[in-house]
């Protein structure tokens, strides 16, 4: 399940995962991020994927995959917060391709991403 989270203001967009995510998920929330990137140009997102994340379909990686290099000059901040080992090894390897700043915070530093998102 893929929702965004309630502080998601402005061009700073929070985002919550658990469990396995499939295409439906990001059926719904692409164009909710499309509409934001019209909207705002640039975002900062935070990516809090919880103790329940277990990851993504073949679909739904697709789609994940296809957002992130689709706009990778479009992320200002991107803040992943309590993602698994192998999450963030995939980040860290793929994080020069993007222009704007990177970082990786564990699940016990929700708020301490937040506020680095918005600063």
Known sequence: ????????????VAIHVTGRLHQADYDALLPKLEELFRRHGKLRVLFYADAGFEGW???????DASLGFGHMADF??????????????????SAFLFKGEVRIFTGAELETAWDWLCA
């Open 76 to 93: 200002d901040r991107l803040a992943l917060v309590g993602a698994p080992d192998w999450v963030v090894w995939c980040v860290r390897l």
């Open 1 to 12: 399940m893929i929702e965004m989270m309630d502080r998601s203001e402005g061009n700073r």
């Open 57 to 63: 379909d073949l679909q739904a990686a697709w789609a």
